[in-house]
């Protein structure tokens, strides 16, 4: 028996890991190249913006680019010329590499097909700012900024071997679908939760024909149905937006142009920040040259105190609005409010075979802006933390983050945990199956308060869910959910909402329904062993009854020989009778009763 059990278990132990190996289908990224830029810098300017001139230039370079970033500089004339250049593998290594050297991260659209749609809201010149950060940390870089030291004077934009012109924005469907309006009014109210409400109307020449004014509704409708101003060339869409970047990305589709959202924060007591606002449409391609832009933005509650930025500022700030009307499409202006995290990422790694769950909440901001608010910040994370809980504080090159870690075998622990932090109404639901027929779902609500007293709310709220190996993710109707590889995330204001549907592999489950099967095997061995002996004993039995049997018959035949009747002699006429009689059967006298043996040997 325990040959067969031992061989039994070695066969499981042999298919086990086989099916635990079987892998999601990786997406194709369909996404390579490389990027090129050159930029000139005047051997003047290098002396005049530079502390330490060329030598201490050439030092902060090379000790601060990345290693994947590959670099020439030549000299002509006393002036500088680099090149640099980074390949990628696909689309997440490219969005990387590019968010290292830009110091946030960008948005960009990308669309594969015959005619691919790329688009970004980020200049060349911005892939220079990682420079511009270290050079500022040492106190070597004067009050001018990277645009008045780099000029970029070419770039290169090569993406699965088509070549596209890179030294400003690149816009790969540009030239092909460029539609020129009349005028352009954008109308958004920001809320308090984070999420944003924008109306854009374009007003097209009525010499544009009913074929433009289709293009414009199919291009409007990648976001929501457009809306058709009867009797004239207007079209209007209006969209929600949870975040900022969401609201860039919906207009930059809209609009098929770059929008760029960029703010500026100083330091003003613990509970204060000042925040320099500026945004900027590119409006050059998409513009007539009499046409009009006309802005407005309704500010959010938590905006105080906001302000032109200076008298040459084309914005106008009254009553929590601001109104801008210019061709240039840059609007800016400062406002306060309290200090807040560039974004709050919560990380569940449902990757533990046997079903324990862990969930990190990070809090992540610009090491110069959360360093005034540092202590302020750690005493109130730490403050609500219970047993189980751990803090974690790093630094990168630009970032700093607060990370909270807790495990629980239970969903209502890792649910409570998540309350606790994030100061909100979340539920978090996970019913999980580990069979791969089986579906398992996850039910996530997030609800992001503000962590800290007085704090704004966050930039973006993004939630990550890490899956084992063997995943198999199933149809859901939030598009919303992005999926890369065993990863699945979503980006989003104060407010989520995610339901993930998948299939996968674990461990517990998969021994929850092998120890029955083991156990019901194991009887039956146990049984068959039992049936095999008892059959066996029974013949044993039946030949050592056999045997017995034959040496008792052997044993019994002299025996019965020396207890047979011995035959009776009359004493008269010597006639031999067998049997008890009393007579003799000759002469009839009176027979002794003493044997024929006992009366020879008497005789004798």
Not at 386 to 394: K, Q, V
Request: a negative charge; one cysteine or more; hydrophobic letters at 35%.
């Amino acid at each position: 028996m325990f040959r067969q059990f031992f061989g039994l278990v070695v066969l499981l132990a042999m298919l086990f890991p086989f099916t635990i190996a079987v892998k999601a289908d990786e997406q194709e990224t369909g996404f390579s190249g490389s990027r090129t830029f050159v930029c000139r810098i005047d051997s003047s300017d290098l002396n005049n913006y530079v502390n330490g001139g060329r030598g201490f230039f050439d030092f902060i370079l090379r000790q601060n680019k990345p290693e994947w970033l590959g670099y020439q500089i030549h000299t002509v004339e006393r002036d500088v010329t680099i090149q640099f250049q980074f390949d990628f593998q696909t689309y997440a290594d490219y969005v990387d590499k590019v968010t290292g050297l830009l110091g946030y991260t960008p948005s960009i659209i990308y669309r594969a097909g015959n005619k691919p749609t790329y688009m970004e809201n980020f200049n060349t010149i911005d892939l220079l700012n990682f420079v511009e950060i270290h050079l500022k940390a040492g106190d070597s870089f004067s009050e001018f900024s990277k645009d008045d030291l780099f000029h970029v004077t070419e770039g290169a934009f090569v993406l699965n071997g088509a070549t596209h012109p890179a030294s400003k924005r690149v816009n790969i469907c540009l030239s092909d679908n460029v539609i020129v309006f009349n005028s352009i009014d954008i109308s958004t109210t920001g809320e308090k939760n984070g999420s944003f409400t924008r109306k854009i109307t374009v007003e097209i020449s009525s010499e544009s024909g009913e074929d433009i004014i289709s293009t414009v509704k199919e291009q409007f409708k990648q976001i929501e149905k457009p809306i058709i101003e009867e009797g004239t060339a207007q079209v209007s869409v209006q969209f929600d937006a949870n975040d900022r970047d969401e609201l860039i990305t919906k207009t930059m589709l809209a609009l098929n142009s770059a929008e760029t959202i960029k703010e500026t924060e100083e330091f003003i007591d613990d509970t204060t920040v000042g925040v320099w606002y500026r945004e900027f449409f590119d409006l050059e391609q998409i513009l007539n040259k009499d046409g009009a832009f006309r802005y407005s933005y309704e500010f959010p509650s938590y905006y105080n105190n906001a302000t032109k930025t200076n008298e040459d500022s084309k914005a106008y700030v009254s009553d929590g609005k601001v109104t801008y009307s210019n061709r240039e499409g840059l609007i800016d202006f400062r406002y306060e409010r309290g200090f807040r995290f560039d974004s709050i990422i919560i990380d569940t790694d449902l990757t533990n075979l046997f079903g324990k769950i862990k969930r990190s909440i990070r809090f992540v901001s610009t090491v110069s802006n959360a360093a005034p608010y540092h202590e302020k910040v750690k005493a109130e994370l730490e403050k609500d933390m219970i047993r189980g809980m751990t803090l974690n504080i790093s630094d990168d090159a630009s970032s700093r983050c607060y990370e909270i870690t807790f495990e629980s075998w239970f969903v209502d622990d890792i649910s409570n945990f998540t309350k606790t932090v994030v100061k909100g109404a979340c539920t978090f639901q996970l019913d999980r199956n580990g069979l791969p027929f089986q579906k398992s779902q996850i039910s996530d609500t997030l609800k992001i308060n503000s962590v800290i007293s007085k704090m704004a709310p966050p930039n973006t709220v993004q939630a990550k869910y890490q899956f084992p190996q063997n995943v198999k993710f199933r149809e859901t109707e939030n598009k919303d959910i992005i999926t890369d590889g065993t990863v699945c995330s979503m980006v989003g204001g104060n407010s989520l909402s995610i339901e993930i549907n998948y299939s996968s592999i674990r461990l517990v489950s998969c021994l929850i329904l092998f120890v029955p099967i083991l156990v019901i095997v194991i009887v039956i061995l146990i049984i068959v062993r039992k049936a095999k002996r008892f059959i066996k004993k029974r013949k044993e039995k039946k030949m050592q009854e056999g045997q017995n049997m034959s040496v008792l018959s052997q044993q019994t035949e002299p025996l019965a020989a020396k207890t047979q009747p011995q035959p009776l002699i009359c004493s008269d006429c010597g006639h031999e009778m067998v049997g008890c009689v009393q007579f003799c059967e000759n002469c009839g006298a009176k027979v002794d009763e003493k044997p024929l043996a006992t009366a020879e040997k008497t005789e004798n």
